[in-house]
């Protein structure tokens, strides 16, 4: 088959517009649809005494209501005409799903860091999801209007600049092209910006495994055991337990020992040689339930503690993978292992991936995939940004989608093409994230309304953590 010319893909970028114009990405759509029955939904087949505590972190704000409800979101997009141009996408790329971690040869990076809602989709769905969450946010905080604006027209700005710098890159440039600590502090604009990138750097040095297994572990004779923190961290056979006797049947008569062997058996299958070696100088000591994040809430994940012959931690994470709410409304391709699904996706769109990542099949048939807890990890704690560091942080999550997209799918010459030189795409989703965080906010009041009005149940941490004081 004879590979397309640089013209033709481009004219192909072009042609798109036919489709889908530039300025229609403006549209929010006709939204008919019940927020709290999608919600429902997305809540089926929980551990069902999180639910509550999913409900009760998604009530702080709008933006932590956002950041609960991909699943809205997608519903909304497949209801407007989009690009046609496909391509394995985040899903879920907020600006919060962006951190910084440390790659395979110890060197800091930031890139997306969540990819539970992987899947092919149109491009433009995640750059929708990134601005509308910067509105959302910049309204959180109180800023103007055209402060908010501002966020977005810098954000879809750099994409388009750096997606037509990676149509020029050839194919092994994009796959090692990087966003380390140091290229950042080089790109800062103002002196506190890069200032914020080297505290950045140092906090991470400081996030190890080692470290963590101080605060969150003792030893109890030869053994290190985790300690629970209920609702966020409890042993699942526990007397903390926050599961129903219903669903620890499962793990009392399966043997959860055995469990996890079966479990670790299938993980290391999908691991390459030299790291199944080196997982072989680990051994399990201690296996809890970890309630992470606010859409996840409720969704099983468990923390597994190792430790090597000289007494060194390892912290892996199983995490369950459901269906990717892309899938289920726009036509992606079908995934036999939704762990499988996250973990690919996570490598074709990061620039640098942990050594660690892999996938396995748990109780009852549930999907999971394996990840390092925390190795360098660091997320920006963007209520403490003025609004210069956040108009960093906005160029910053815009580069990094278009390496990330231009890396997956080799059609960073389509997709330049497609948004052209001009501003008339960021204008349009400037005025798409304005109408959608008008959206966001009133589904947030429906929301609110039903956890008042007891149709649902929203509990807090605090609530939760009180009851085993008690």
């Not at 080692?210 to 007397?239: Q, S």
Request: charged share 25%; glycine share 8%; with cysteine.
């Amino acid at each position: 088959m004879k590979a397309s010319t640089i013209a033709e893909r481009e004219a192909r970028g072009r042609a798109a517009r036919e489709h889908s114009k530039r300025s229609s990405h403006k549209a929010v759509g006709e939204l008919h649809r019940n927020p709290i029955e999608l919600l429902r939904q997305s809540s089926e087949d929980r551990v069902r005494n999180l639910v509550p505590l999913r409900y009760g972190r998604m009530a702080a704000s709008p933006f932590t209501f956002f950041r609960g409800t991909a699943l809205l979101q997608a519903h909304d997009l497949s209801q407007v005409r989009d690009s046609g141009l496909t391509m394995p996408i985040c899903g879920d790329g907020h600006l919060m799903n962006f951190g910084g971690f440390a790659t395979p040869e110890r060197q800091l990076i930031f890139d997306l860091n969540d990819f539970d809602e992987v899947s092919v989709g149109p491009f433009e769905w995640d750059l929708k999801r990134l601005t509308a969450s910067l509105v959302v946010a910049a309204r959180h905080m109180r800023l103007s209007r055209g402060a908010a604006e501002n966020l977005v027209m810098t954000a879809v700005t750099e994409y388009r600049d750096r997606m037509s710098q990676y149509a020029q890159c050839g194919a092994l440039e994009l796959w090692y092209d990087r966003i380390t600590f140091d290229r950042m502090a080089e790109t800062a604009l103002t002196p506190e910006a890069r200032r914020a990138v080297r505290r950045g750097m140092e906090k991470a040095a400081s996030r190890t495994h080692e470290n963590l297994l101080e605060k969150m572990a003792e030893r109890d004779g030869e053994r290190w055991t985790i300690r629970d923190a209920p609702p966020a961290l409890f042993h699942v056979l526990g007397a903390n337990t926050l599961f129903t006797e219903e669903e620890t049947e499962a793990y009392r008569t399966g043997n959860s020992r055995k469990m996890l062997e079966r479990m670790w058996g299938e993980y290391l299958k999908t691991m390459s040689h030299d790291r199944r070696e080196l997982l072989s100088h680990f051994t399990v000591q201690d296996i809890v339930f970890k309630v992470v994040g606010v859409g996840s809430v409720g969704t099983r994940c468990m923390v597994v503690l190792l430790v090597d012959h000289m007494g060194k931690p390892l912290f892996l994470q199983m995490k369950e993978a459901r269906p990717s709410v892309i899938a289920r409304f726009y036509k992606s391709p079908i995934h036999k292992h939704e762990g499988e699904r996250v973990v690919q996706g996570q490598r074709m769109l990061q620039a640098a991936s942990d050594i660690f990542l892999g996938w396995a099949t748990g109780p009852l048939g549930r999907h999971f995939y394996f990840r390092q807890l925390r190795d360098m990890k660091l997320s920006a704690n963007i209520e403490l940004f003025d609004i210069e560091l956040l108009g960093g942080y906005a160029r910053l999550c815009g580069w990094i989608m278009a390496r990330a997209h231009a890396k997956a799918s080799g059609q960073a010459i389509e997709v330049s093409a497609y948004i052209g030189r001009g501003d008339q795409f960021a204008e349009a989703l400037t005025g798409y994230a304005a109408a959608y965080a008008d959206q966001v906010e009133r589904d947030y009041d429906v929301f609110l309304k039903a956890c008042r009005s007891g149709q649902l149940e929203a509990r807090t941490d605090e609530d939760m953590a009180a009851d085993f004081r008690m």
